[in-house]
């Protein structure tokens, strides 16, 4: 009797481990993707914010050219490589497009001036004149864990949308 009560109890052991293993790689899985998404998060951030020092320096006139849009998306996509960001390939962005044309993937950005009826082109000549470049970044992340797309906000492609916008003051030309 003794003996048929032990082999059943490690039974017993076996089908609670197949009961909890699903769930805890299911939890493992999800701090993994959290992570992923977290990292990827904080890449966009930098790149955002590297970029958006790297346009302010430039002195090219006038600010909203094609040259000046591939030149702002070539330092975008060597940034974006240095920070190792999850599901990039090199030249994704080739081009900056406007902020409200870019899509689910890509860097967009637009230069404004606080005063509309300034009537030369960036950058500022002067300190009396405010010019700002925002940079829009976003990126997509792919979704490891299965299930997961059905909670994830709404995208374009597959995968998880990030975005993250920077906004920094131009200063003026030096002469």
Not at 16 to 45: A, H, K, R
Not at 100 to 128: H, R
Not at 146 to 160: D, K, N, T, W
């Amino acid at each position: 009797m003794g003996r048929q009560s032990r082999r059943s109890h490690h039974g017993q052991a076996m089908v609670e481990f197949g009961l909890v293993i699903g769930l805890f790689m299911f939890v493992v899985g999800g701090l993994i993707q959290f992570g992923v998404i977290l990292w990827s998060q904080n890449s966009i951030t930098q790149v955002a914010r590297d970029a958006a020092r790297w346009e302010v320096t430039q002195s090219t006139s006038p600010c909203d050219s094609p040259a000046a849009r591939a030149a702002l998306a070539a330092a975008a996509d060597q940034l974006a490589r240095g920070t190792s960001l999850v599901n990039y390939s090199a030249g994704t962005w080739s081009s900056a497009v406007t902020i409200a044309s870019l899509g689910a993937e890509g860097i967009g950005a637009d230069w404004q001036s606080a005063d509309s009826s300034f009537p030369s082109d960036c950058p500022p000549s002067d300190n009396t004149t405010e010019w700002t470049v925002r940079i829009r970044v976003n990126h997509v992340v792919p979704i490891f864990l299965p299930g997961l797309e059905f909670i994830a906000p709404a995208c374009a492609s597959s995968g998880f949308c990030l975005t993250t916008t920077t906004e920094l003051r131009m200063e003026p030309k030096r002469p």
